[in-house]
C-alpha cells in the first residue's frame, strides 16, 4: 500500500434547526463523498474569517440569510483509506460548529448549481440517518448533541 496524502481541512457547518427539524444538504457529484447528508456549510477560504465563511456556504448550499452565527462547537473526524479521487488519504476534517438562526418565510432551496450540493431539506430529528442517509458523522453529532445548538 502506498503511502496515503496527508489532507488537513478546516470548514464551518451551520446548524440550524426549527425546534422539530434539521436543515440538512446533500453532496453532489462534484463533492465527496457523493450522495451523502450533512450540514449546510464548507471549507473557510485561505484568510477567511469562518464566521463569514459559515454565512457564505449557508446562503450558497441552502439560500438562507443567517440572522446569527454562533460558534458552539468544534467536532472533527480522522481517517485513513481510498478518499476523493480514489487516491489513498490520511484525512483529517476539521468542523466548526455555529448554531446559525436564520431569516424567516424563506424555503431552502440550492443556489450554486454547480457546486458540491444538490439538495437541501428539513428532516424530523427522529428521520435522521433513515429518510436520509447515508449522514456524515457531523450530522449525526450534532443531533445526539442539540441541546447546545438550540438554546
Known amino acids: 500500500m502506498p503511502e ?77 483509506e481510498v478518499g476523493r479521487g480514489d487516491m489513498y488519504e490520511d484525512y483529517h476534517g476539521v468542523h466548526l460548529l455555529y448554531a446559525v438562526e436564520i431569516e424567516p418565510g424563506t424555503e431552502p432551496h440550492v443556489v450554486e448549481l454547480d457546486g458540491t450540493t444538490d439538495d437541501v431539506r428539513w428532516v424530523a430529528f427522529a428521520d435522521v440517518g433513515s429518510a436520509v442517509e447515508p449522514v456524515l458523522p457531523v450530522v449525526t453529532y450534532a443531533v445526539e448533541n442539540l441541546g447546545q445548538f438550540t438554546s
Open 4 to 80: 496515503p496524502t496527508r489532507t488537513q481541512r478546516l470548514g464551518a457547518y451551520a446548524v440550524v434547526t426549527d425546534g422539530e427539524r434539521i436543515l440538512l444538504t446533500r453532496i453532489s457529484a462534484v463533492g465527496y463523498p457523493t450522495g451523502w447528508w450533512g450540514l449546510p456549510g464548507g471549507g473557510v477560504d485561505h484568510g477567511e474569517s469562518p464566521n463569514v465563511a459559515v454565512r457564505r456556504e449557508l446562503y450558497e448550499e441552502t439560500g438562507l440569510k443567517a440572522l446569527s452565527a454562533r460558534l458552539m462547537d468544534v467536532h472533527d473526524i480522522h481517517i485513513v
